[in-house]
Structure formats: C-alpha cells, structure tokens
C-alpha cells in the first residue's frame, strides 16, 4: 500500500497547509463523504474535489463540488 | 424623463442647449444631478469598450474593467472558453468579488462570507452552504449567481458590452462606423482581428468631468496647434523617426470633422476616394522596422487594389464611439466617469499580433513615449482638462455657456456616410453631433425612443 501522508489542518500551520493541499490529496468530510482533490483556488477556503464515497447521497460518487474547509475532517495524501 | 434643475430654476434639460447660438450651458458639466441621470440614462444603455480578446487568451484569464461608474470582471470561462463580463458585486451582500487588476482563477471567492462563482459566474460555493445549523433549504441557488450584462460583443477582438438588453445589435449601434472600427482593428496588413493590445491599461485619473476630454476634447481639430505646441518645441511632434518620412504619392482623400447626429459618433475623418491604399512611407528611428511595415503595407495594397478604405482618422485625426471611446489605428482610447468631476482615462495601444520582436518592441517604445505616465503628448492634454473644470464650476464660472457654434449651419449630408453630417476639418461639426444624441438618451424613456434612430426620428438638433 502507498504510503500516505497526513495533512494536520489544525491551528495557524492548518490554514498554509489547507491552501497549498495539493491535487491528488484524499479528504473525509464531516457527513463521512470521501473525495479526492482535483484543483484548489489557493483562495483560503475552498478547493474542488470529485466525490468518491457519499454516505447520504450516492449519486454524488463521481461529481465535483467545491468544499469549505470547514467541511472537512482530515486531509491525506 | 426631463430632469429639473433647481440650482437653475426649473427648467428642462432641452432648455440648457441653445440650438440657435450654438452653446450649451456648464451647468450640463458640473451639475451632480445631471451626472446621476448620465450613468442611468447613457451608460446603462450604450455599448461600452471592456477590452481586447488578446488580454485574456487562456482558460481562466480575466480582467477587470469598468462600465461608467462600476467594475466588471471580464473572464475567459475554463469550460466553454466564452468571454463574458459580470458587474463585480457579490450577490449576497455587495462586496467587491475581485480585487485584482488582471490574472487567472479557477473561481473567483468572495473574501467577507465566501461566496464563489466560477468563471461562468455561477454560483458553486456558499460558506456554511452545507453546515448543518446553517442554509438548509435556503442555499442560495443559480439564480444568485454574478451579474451578467446583458449583451456582449467581441467585435473583431475588441469586446463590448450593455446593461440594456432592448440595445439594438453592436453593428447597429454603430451604424456607417461599422466599416471604421472594423479597420481600425486590422492589423498593418489589413487582416481583420489582427492586433493584440500592449497590456495593462494605462489608466489616468483626471479632476475633471467625464464631458471635457470624453465630449468636449475627443476630435478636438482645434487645440492641437496650441496645446502640443510645448511638444512641439521640445522637438517631440515628429511622430516616429524625426524627419526621416519622406512625401509618398500623393493619395486622394480629405479630411473632415463628421458626426452622426443620430448616433452620436464622429470625430475627424479622413475619406478616401478611391480604391487602394497612400503609399508606404518610412518613418521609423529603428532598424528593420520600417522594412517589417512596407511589406504588409504591399499585402495590404493588394487587398484593397479594389476596395475603397472606410473612413477613419488619420494625419492627427479620430473619431468616437457615442458615448465616449476614442479609436485610431493604433490606439483606443475611452473613459470611466467616477463622479461629476472624477474620470479615469484607459488606454489600449495595439500592434500586429504577428509581427516579429524588434518591431513590437519598437511599437510599444513609441507608445510610450506618446502616451501614458510616460508620455509627452497626452500631459498636454491632461493639463488643459484638469484646469477646465474648477475654472468652470464656481456659482459665477457656471452661469457661462460654452461655445459649440465653430462650423454651426454649414454641415452637409455625404453619400459616402449616409446619415452622417460632414463639415469642415477644424469645425465642431463632431461635438454637436454628441450632444444631438446626449440629448436624446437623456430624455428617451427607453432604447425604444432611441432606435430605429434614422427611420422613424431624427435626433438632429442643430
Ligand atoms: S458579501 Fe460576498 S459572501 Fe457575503
Ligand atoms: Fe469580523
């Protein structure tokens, strides 16, 4: 298995490593979706992610969507 | 709808132009309430200048411009690659979205609650949008996405926009003029689009109305001989290589001051009369330049071996897209009102996109060294508008009428430019054809009192 590495999103050092999370990078979110990185702005706050596991919505699995960093529960890549 | 002046009793706007004496009241230039009725009136109606194709090649590339007095983004969508143009508010409470000059965004966040649009302007962000104790069922949905304006136009690279979705189509804006701009965005070889813009804007801020050197100045055939004098002296007025420009063949053409009283566009104009194109002459300080320019001035003959030249300016000579766009053939030139005595001046100097690196190096030193920061003519100019409106403001300064009778009575209708009235070079033939039209747009209650202009109603005034 890759190795991955965990992004620590927590505290001033979170906000630098949430803007530059690069694509590729795996997120959970807090409703349990999964989705993986496809291109983040660099603006601070959102990036855009295509859906790889929705736990409440299965027709999700597939899309983009743009996600709030508050959204998110851990980051790895 | 006629506005009343109070500071001048209650009189119509009509009232403040003399038709008979060829004079219009100052008050139309200093006047806050006549300004506020300008921006709804003219400049949420007309075709506006946003820029050149050629600043926003790639996906994702956008600039900001303005329209009158608001900023738009005007961004090439990653998706569809389409230029659009949307007013630069958030739609939730108002702040500006963008806050650079130019660039390249995958979205455009808003920074007070983070909202974000993508480069179509939809909406596809909402911070809190998901939060359980947030929107819910409230989240906002497409319709609250940036605000486009309501028809755009890339005309032959230079794009151009309305509020007004009832404006008639930009080539019938732009009436007989068509066939100008379109030269005018030729590139030396007479190939249509052919220019890309030197970037970014250069932009001046003037303490002066928008009317002084947008109506007023623009196709001035009178002040050069004066104003530019100083450049003159200072060896400066020899355009590109001092002295060097040898005569050509003469060409049969002449010069006029030409306005639409019905469009409002003119300026001074040279016409053509006859097929072909005036020989190359060499003007050109650097090496190599001049022998790049006679070559695409031969391709350029040989296009037009039978067609005859559109009017355009030439030998000093401009003419202006209503309400205020000033277009050469190298240069476009146009102003943002900020308020009744605040304008901003842009400018855009294009070159042959494809033309090799010595000469649009030498192209853009030209530029430079006429306009701009650093540029010797346009402070000329700069200085006269900027005296012009304190001068003109003071409750005394303010009872006098400026002066437009230079030529009044003397214009005639010319074949070659149906509609269009033509009179002599140095006349103000191309200001009173603007206030023909300002006054229209200023009392029609919609674009159905302003089109079809030459059918139904003439707008003529004077
Ligand atoms: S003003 Fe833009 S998100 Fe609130
Ligand atoms: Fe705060």
Known sequence: MAETKGYDLTGKGGIQAWSSLPEGTKLTLLNGAVGEIIANPHDGGWVLIKFQEHPHDPSKVGQEEYVFFNEVQTAAG | MVTILRARGDRSIRSFIDYERGTISRELYVHPDIFEQEMEQIFQRCWLFLGHESQIPNPGDFIVSRMGTEEVIVVRDRKDK?????????????????????????????????????????????????????????????????????????????????WDPKAPSFEDYLGPFTASLR????????????????????????????????????????????????????????????????????????????????????????????????????????????????????????????????????????????????????????????????????????????????????????????????????????????????????????????????????GKYDDRLPGVVVNGAYTEEAQRARFSRWLAFMEAKSWDDLYPVNTSKNHRIW
């Open chain 2, 82 to 162: 389409q230029i659009r143009a949307f007013l630069n508010s958030c739609r939730h409470r108002g702040m500006k979205v963008c806050r650079y000059d130019q660039g390249n965004n995958l979205v455009f966040t808003c920074p007070f609650h983070a909202w974000t649009y993508d480069t179509a302007g939809k909406l596809v962000g909402v911070g809190y949008g998901n939060h359980p104790e947030a929107y819910g069922d409230t989240r906002p949905g497409d319709q609250w996405g940036l605000a486009q304006v309501a028809q755009f136009k890339n005309f032959h690279g230079s794009l151009w926009a309305t």
């Open chain 2, 183 to 410: 030269h005018c965005l030729q590139s030396s070889d007479g190939e249509d689009g052919g220019l890309e813009m030197f970037t970014p804007f250069q932009r001046h801020r003037l303490p002066t109305n928008w009317k002084v050197p947008g109506f007023t100045s623009v196709t001035d055939g009178t002040h050069a001989a004066m104003t530019h004098r100083s450049a003159a002296a200072a060896g400066l007025h020899e355009d590109r290589g001092q002295g060097k420009a040898k005569p050509g063949t003469p060409f049969p053409r002449e010069m006029y001051a030409i306005g639409d009283h019905n469009l409002g566009h003119g300026g001074q104009c040279t016409f053509y009369n006859q097929p072909g194109v005036p020989d190359y002459t060499d003007e050109w300080f650097e090496p190599g330049v001049d022998d790049y320019f006679r070559e695409t001035a031969g391709r350029k003959a040989q296009l037009y071996a039978n067609r005859v030249l559109a009017p355009h300016g030439w030998g000093g000579g401009h003419f202006a897209i209503f309400p205020c766009v000033m277009v050469d053939s190298w240069r476009i030139r146009w102003y943002h009102p900020h308020e009744t005595g605040m304008v901003e001046r842009w400018t855009l100097c294009g070159v042959d996109k494809n033309a090799p690196k010595h000469v649009k190096n030498a192209v853009r030193h030209y530029v430079q060294r006429y306009n701009g920061p650093t540029g010797f003519f346009e402070s000329d100019d700069m200085e006269n508008w900027n005296y012009v409106y304190p001068a003109s403001r003071g409750v005394r300064a303010r009872k006098l009428d400026y002066f437009f009778a230079n030529g009044l009575g003397h």
